[in-house]
């Protein structure tokens, strides 16, 4: 499975962006078990998963983001949301999507800089 992040961009501290995450055609039939997540990895610091949803919509939350990012799904378009709020330059890196646990197969990413 490998889910094509998008959205990212530079933005401001204290600034918001919204990450998209498609699923390709592929897996649109099984799409809905899945449970999606949100990962990251800070330059020089390992991968860590922010955000995580289910199918029926519960959603966890690393400490680093909570309160701060919101993570939603519309199974119809197959595509999972990170509405990310209260940025910080510490929120600055590659942001991926993935299934939870991770299939080995990463899309590229997308860029998040938080400039200060």
């Known amino acids: 499975v490998q889910l094509q992040a998008s959205g990212g961009g530079l933005v401001q501290a204290g600034g918001s962006l919204r990450l998209s995450c498609r699923a390709p055609?592929?897996?649109?039939?099984?799409?809905?078990?899945?449970?999606i997540a949100w990962y990251r990895q800070p330059p020089g610091k390992e991968l860590e998963s922010v955000a995580s949803?289910?199918?029926?919509?519960?959603?966890n939350f690393s400490d680093s983001v909570k309160g701060r990012f919101t993570i939603s799904r519309d199974n119809s378009k197959k595509t999972v949301y990170l509405q990310m709020n209260s940025l910080k330059s510490e929120d600055t890196s590659v942001y991926y999507c993935?299934?939870?646990?991770?299939?080995?197969?990463w899309g590229q990413g997308t860029l998040v800089t938080v400039s200060s």
């Open positions: 993935n299934t939870d646990p991770p299939s080995k197969n």
């Open positions: 055609r592929s897996i649109t039939s099984v799409f809905n078990s899945y449970i």
């Open positions: 949803i289910t199918f029926d919509g519960r959603t």
